[in-house]
C-alpha cells in the first residue's frame, strides 16, 4: 500500500493528465477545423481526428483511474 501522499500526489497527477489530455483533443479539434478553412491541401483530417479521439480516450481512463486510486485510498 502507499502512504496517504503518495496517494494524493498519484490523484491529483492522474487528474492533472486528464485535463491535459482533454486540452490536446480540443486543441487538435481546433487545428482541424482551421485546416479546413484555409483548405490546407497537406492537411490529414481523418489522422488528426483519430488522434483526438485517443486523447479523449486517455484522458478519461486516467480520470477513473484517479477516482479509483483516491476512493480506495478513502
Known sequence: MMGPISTAIL?????ALKWLSWSIAGLLLVLIGVQSLRGDEGAQPLANVMVAIAFLGGGFVSGLA???ILKRAG
Request: hydrophobic share 25%; glycine share 24%; with cysteine.
Open 66 to 68: 484517479s477516482r479509483a
Open 11 to 15: 490523484g491529483g497527477c492522474l487528474q
